[in-house]
């Protein structure tokens, strides 16, 4: 009878303790061989309450995640009418802020009189300031007179101020912005199949020597983001892809990478990370956040129309070769 009740004891504690395990926080669970540190995503697209699309997206000092995001006007006239950039930041990547708009077409000094064309925006921190990054052209004849804006603030997600743009680059669109691990930062535009890059003087204001072509890349349309994994440096983009290539593949654009040694290439094509989303466009970004990473893009499953995208974000994986896995887009 004793043993009996031994048993049963020893039998009690362990399924307490099997209870108080499945408790535990989620984060350090291994998957796999995948680290997980974020449980769960909020559903896709993440924000909902207006149209937004272009994420950049980027983790400052504070240890929250930051996306800084174009704006789809509603309703919809096509993207010369896109205007008033937004900010959003989580420290869950499940529950989102809307900071506001921290700029628009009017308070571009230089900048197109009619407004809009306020497209696809980057951001960098440097010294105790934040710089925010936007194509705009200063004349109606859009295509020759693209700019790269510099905007100002001492926050991340408020109070910018304009103080120019960067002389010398050439009349194209979506900057990137990369600081290396010794504290060089990198600038890229591109667009119309050509992408360049080249260094930033510590105004951040300035090129430092002349932008060069990124050579080795297959099918660049536009979209360019640079990160840095494991000692290699990823420069990814959006190509030309259309629903008639016969490849399997419904939809436009797929984002694609290759890969250097050197932040400014030449660079080694790798493949596609990313099929088609539902729009005819996409544009992405890809951070790393609290030890995983994550690619973000936009989609139209909100609206069903080009015109009026939304903001997405998926789980993205290194393979131990340092390929990228194909990133599976969730609702």
């Known amino acids: 009878m004793m043993m009996k009740k031994y048993i049963y004891a020893?039998?009690?504690l362990l399924l307490l303790v099997g209870c108080m395990a499945s408790r535990k926080s989620p984060e350090n669970k291994t998957i796999g061989k995948e680290k997980v540190t974020i449980d769960s995503l909020a559903p896709n697209p993440f924000i909902r309450h207006m149209y937004t699309a272009d994420p950049s997206a980027h983790v400052w000092t504070d240890?929250?995640?930051?996306?800084?995001?174009?704006?789809?006007?509603?309703?919809?006239?096509g993207c010369d009418l896109m205007d008033r950039y937004h900010v959003f930041s989580t420290d869950d990547m499940v529950h989102w802020k809307d900071h506001g708009e921290i700029l628009n077409a009017s308070q571009v000094p230089w900048g197109r009189k009619e407004g809009g064309f306020m497209w696809a925006p980057d951001c960098a921190y440097k010294n105790g300031t934040y710089y925010f990054y936007f194509p705009h052209p200063s004349d109606t004849y859009t295509n020759n007179s693209w700019k790269i804006g510099v905007a100002t603030s001492k926050e991340p997600a408020a109070n910018f101020t304009v103080q120019g743009y960067i002389k010398g680059m050439d009349p194209m669109i979506d900057p990137c912005v990369f600081t290396d691990d010794d504290g060089?930062?990198?600038i890229y535009n591109g667009g119309g199949g050509i992408?360049?890059?080249?260094?930033?003087?510590?105004?951040?204001?300035?090129?430092?020597?002349e932008m060069k072509i990124?050579?080795?890349?297959?099918?660049?349309?536009?979209?360019?983001w640079i990160h840095k994994y494991k000692g290699k440096y990823y420069l990814s983009y959006a190509d030309n892809h259309e629903p008639n290539n016969n490849d399997g593949m419904k939809g436009y654009n797929c984002m694609r990478y290759a890969i250097s040694d050197n932040p400014l290439g030449p660079w080694k094509?790798?493949?596609?990370?990313?099929?088609?989303?539902?729009?005819?466009?996409?544009?992405?970004?890809?951070?790393?956040?609290?030890?995983?990473w994550f690619a973000f893009y936009h989609t139209i499953s909100l609206s069903n129309n080009p015109a009026l995208r939304s903001i997405c974000a998926d789980?993205?994986?290194?393979?131990?070769?340092?390929?990228?896995?194909?990133?599976?887009?969730?609702?």
């Open 214 to 224: 990124m050579e080795g890349l297959d099918d660049f349309h536009e979209a360019t």
């Open 184 to 186: 060089q930062v990198y």
């Open 10 to 12: 020893i039998c009690t």
């Open 195 to 209: 992408c360049k890059g080249g260094k930033l003087k510590d105004n951040m204001m300035e090129l430092d020597g």
């Open 269 to 292: 094509y790798m493949g596609i990370y990313m099929e088609p989303s539902d729009c005819f466009t996409n544009q992405g970004s890809i951070v790393e956040y609290k030890g995983e």
């Open 315 to 331: 789980k993205l994986y290194h393979n131990e070769d340092g390929t990228i896995r194909m990133v599976k887009q969730h609702k």
């Open 63 to 77: 240890g929250r995640l930051y996306v800084y995001a174009s704006h789809d006007i509603d309703p919809p006239q």
